[in-house]
């Protein structure tokens, strides 16, 4: 939950699994460098796009100048080492993929319904459950949650308009129960459930 709009991310590696990870940082705003002597299609294609800059060169700690936080996404334990150790001594925030040890943060499996984001961690424990548990929540909350959310965020910016008050904390606290939200939990397995 990083708020990554124009903060630049070093991606090291260019394969499938680097792709996955650029492809989030591109979606939330980063300054995307990635750091490869090759690169698989998606990464080549964002290049040419100018989406994000590929730097195609073996990595360098010098690669890191600048950077909020860096993913090595290498096959080489030694690179991955490397960048590791590098963000550790510039005190830059580093996840090295498969290596829960190596990683000062994690990607959760996100459900992502407009502004609602339910994010799912296991801290690199098992990725493979956190998918699980984010297929079966994708089925609870369905694409109605976005509409409401919205409204929900529109409706608290207009009780914020008016003077602090123990009314406005209750009133506050009332929005955020969707009414029928119990019944939808349990009936929204097909995504169909209507929340007012």
């Not at 090295?96 to 296991?122: E, K, N, W």
Request: positive net charge; hydrophobic residues 40%.
């Amino acid at each position: 939950m990083l708020k990554l709009s124009q903060r630049r991310c070093v991606v090291v590696g260019a394969g499938k699994v680097a792709a996955a990870k650029v492809k989030g940082l591109l979606a939330g705003g980063a300054q995307v460098i990635v750091v490869s002597p090759a690169a698989q299609g998606p990464i080549r294609t964002w290049a040419a796009k100018r989406e994000l800059t590929w730097r195609r060169k073996t990595f360098s700690p010098r690669d890191l100048t600048g950077a909020f936080l860096a993913i090595a996404a290498t096959d080489s334990n030694q690179i991955n080492e490397l960048v590791f150790r590098s963000c550790r001594a510039r005190q830059i925030l580093c996840n090295v993929v498969d290596d829960p040890d190596r990683c000062d943060f994690f990607y959760p499996a996100v459900v992502r319904r407009g502004p609602l984001q339910i994010a799912i961690s296991t801290s690199g424990r098992s990725p493979a459950l956190a998918a699980r548990l984010r297929k079966e929540l994708a089925g609870q909350f369905g694409p109605d949650w976005s509409r409401y959310v919205k409204r929900l965020g529109k409706k608290r910016a207009k009780i914020l308009r008016t003077p602090p008050s123990a009314e406005r904390k209750t009133l506050l606290k009332q929005i955020a129960i969707p009414p029928g939200f119990s019944h939808a939990k349990r009936t929204n397995k097909a995504g169909k459930s209507r929340i007012s």
